[in-house]
């Protein structure tokens, strides 16, 4: 069983230097993880996994996320986005909200490709037509650059249930999916069938989610990648 009785000094991640920050906003975020970690006590989560849970916290200021709302890991789910940054791959969002919050610094410094398609105007002109969510179109528009890739969706059920359709179909095969939309339609939902598949997938109970946390779970994957690759 983990602990979060584990000193912050050994969840430090970088330095100021490294993350690009000065030395007053590296000391707030270490205050604010030695405040999340006295409040949430003994947890489950092994020590990367905790690293990621705690930096949602953190950006969401929701201990949920390690309670009712707990965010959950596949076998592999880290070491399979690894994999993926080694790849220098291309990560696919739903929205570009969760695009926006994704740490540019990390991915230049990984070599990775952010790419998200809701605002492409072939998807605008489609979902009227066909009568579908543009992040669902969006979803198979990017479908060529998702293999071998990281899917990250934090908004829309309907994109999470595009990406677990065309991965039954054959049509995809990513490293990794992270599925937490937020909300009251499919959104719980579209989390258990992801959580169903043979494939690596980072997900959570619950109809909590969002850009905010979405974006956390990447920023400290990559960021845990870049302290244990320099």
């Given at each position: 069983?983990?602990?979060?009785?584990?000193?912050?000094?050994?969840?430090?991640?970088?330095?100021?230097?490294?993350?690009?920050?000065?030395?007053?906003?590296?000391?707030?975020?270490?205050q604010s993880?030695?405040?999340?970690?006295?409040?949430?006590?003994?947890?489950?989560?092994?020590?990367?996994?905790?690293?990621?849970?705690?930096?949602?916290?953190?950006?969401?200021?929701?201990?949920?996320?390690?309670?009712?709302?707990?965010?959950?890991?596949?076998?592999?789910?880290?070491?399979?986005?690894?994999?993926?940054?080694?790849?220098?791959?291309?990560?696919?969002?739903?929205?570009?909200?969760?695009?926006?919050?994704?740490?540019?610094?990390?991915?230049?410094?990984?070599?990775?490709?952010?790419?998200?398609?809701?605002?492409?105007?072939?998807?605008?002109?489609?979902?009227?037509?066909?009568?579908?969510?543009?992040?669902?179109?969006?979803?198979?528009?990017?479908?060529?650059?998702?293999?071998?890739?990281?899917?990250?969706?934090?908004?829309?059920?309907?994109?999470?249930?595009?990406?677990?359709?065309?991965?039954?179909?054959?049509?995809?095969?990513?490293?990794?999916?992270?599925g937490i939309?937020?909300g009251f339609?499919?959104?719980?939902?579209?989390?258990?069938?992801?959580?169903?598949?043979?494939?690596?997938?980072?997900?959570?109970?619950?109809?909590?989610?969002?850009?905010?946390?979405?974006?956390?779970?990447?920023?400290?994957?990559?960021?845990?990648?870049?302290?244990?690759?320099?």
């Open positions: 069983m983990g602990s979060s009785n584990f000193k912050s000094e050994s969840y430090k991640i970088g330095n100021p230097i490294t993350r690009d920050m000065s030395e007053r906003a590296f000391g707030i975020e270490k993880f030695d405040i999340i970690e006295s409040e949430i006590g003994n947890h489950d989560y092994s020590k990367d996994e905790w690293i990621v849970v705690r930096r949602v916290i953190h950006a969401t200021a929701d201990f949920d996320f390690a309670r009712s709302d707990k965010i959950m890991f596949s076998k592999d789910a880290i070491e399979s986005a690894y994999l993926a940054f080694s790849k220098k791959t291309h990560i696919v969002t739903d929205v570009e909200m969760v695009l926006h919050g994704i740490n540019k610094k990390s991915l230049s410094d990984i070599g990775l490709t952010g790419v998200c398609m809701i605002n492409d105007p072939k998807i605008k002109e489609a979902s009227r037509l066909a009568n579908k969510t543009r992040s669902e179109l969006a979803m198979r528009e990017a479908a060529k650059v998702i293999n071998e890739g990281i899917v990250i969706i934090g908004n829309a059920p309907t994109a999470l249930y595009e990406v677990i359709a065309m991965i039954k179909e054959r049509k995809v095969s990513p490293l990794l999916v992270i939309p937020v339609v499919s959104a719980v939902e579209s989390k258990v069938d992801l959580s169903t598949l043979e494939i690596p997938f980072i997900t959570n109970k619950g109809r909590k989610g969002g850009s905010s946390a979405a974006s956390s779970i990447i920023n400290s994957l990559m960021l845990m990648y870049l302290s244990k690759n320099r």
